[in-house]
């Protein structure tokens, strides 16, 4: 239909089932049937409906887009090359505006490459305004040719342990049953199928991702899902992404790649 939004994760999701079950796939949430489950297949004189969620965090995504938006500002009146992390989840209009006077102030009161990255720290002043303003942290170094005097202004580190595929299949369960997930559960239970299944696709901004990425070793046990569904397949943003899906006659098994 015309002005329709093509659902890209339903349409990486489609290829990769039929490539992985041999079957065709029809994208069934089209026209007239909006809200209804993505996906709709038959497989060994069984019909499947799939519901297809792409996982992503917008608030990682806009500060990325942000910060490769604004790149870098030079600024003939700081005395170094600077580089200023703030945090993805908060707004940075007031840090933006605030952030080229704030720089000046510190190379005032003494901040030098060696120090920068802890200077503000021991300034309660200073701590509860990048406290308020969302900066994580800031280092500078010497100008060079390619980094004259300014600054980048860029989102904060994230990260934390790499799950084990086990912990990510925890995780992608307890987040389909979640309340996040009540649409899904909703659209594949009003589906007219034999058995239902939910198909994640997790993005980069995901610690769950990693395992997925690459050679991926199969789960050692079987997903907890909600009442109704029936299978689970997990995957990543990544286009040289492993998939791996678990179905109760199957069990856990390797899947066509996304890409």
């Known amino acids: 239909m015309p002005g ?15 490539r992985t079950l041999g079957v065709q796939v029809e994208l069934n949430d089209t026209g007239g049937r909006q809200g209804a489950c993505d996906l709709l297949l038959t497989y060994e004189r069984r019909i499947i409906a799939v519901e297809v969620k792409l996982i992503v965090d917008p608030s990682h995504r806009a500060a990325d887009s942000k910060s490769s938006q604004l790149g870098y500002t030079l600024r003939s009146d700081l005395a170094y090359s600077w580089t200023v992390h703030l945090v993805r989840e908060k707004k940075w209009k007031r840090a933006l505006v605030r952030i080229p006077s704030l720089l000046v102030e510190l190379e005032t009161s003494g901040a030098t490459p060696s120090t920068a990255h802890h200077f503000w720290q021991h300034d309660v002043a200073l701590l509860l305004e990048f406290e308020q303003l969302g900066i994580d942290a800031v280092f500078c170094v010497p100008q060079t040719e390619k980094h004259p005097l300014g600054y980048y202004v860029m989102p904060a580190a994230w990260g934390g342990g790499v799950p084990e595929i086990d912990q990510a299949v925890s995780s992608a369960c307890e987040l389909i049953c979640g309340r996040a997930m009540a649409k899904l559960r909703k659209q594949l239970a009003a589906a007219d199928a034999d058995e239902r299944h939910a198909f994640l696709i997790y993005g980069w901004e995901y610690m769950e991702a990693l395992p997925l990425s690459h050679g991926v070793v199969l789960p050692s046990f079987a997903p907890t899902l ?14 040289d992404s492993s998939v791996i899906v678990w179905t109760s006659s199957a069990g856990w098994v390797r899947a066509a790649p996304m890409g």
């Open 4 to 18: 329709q939004k093509t659902d890209v994760a339903a349409q990486l999701a489609s290829r990769c089932i039929s």
């Open 226 to 239: 909600p009442s109704g569904i029936d299978g689970i397949w997990l995957s990543t943003t990544a286009s």
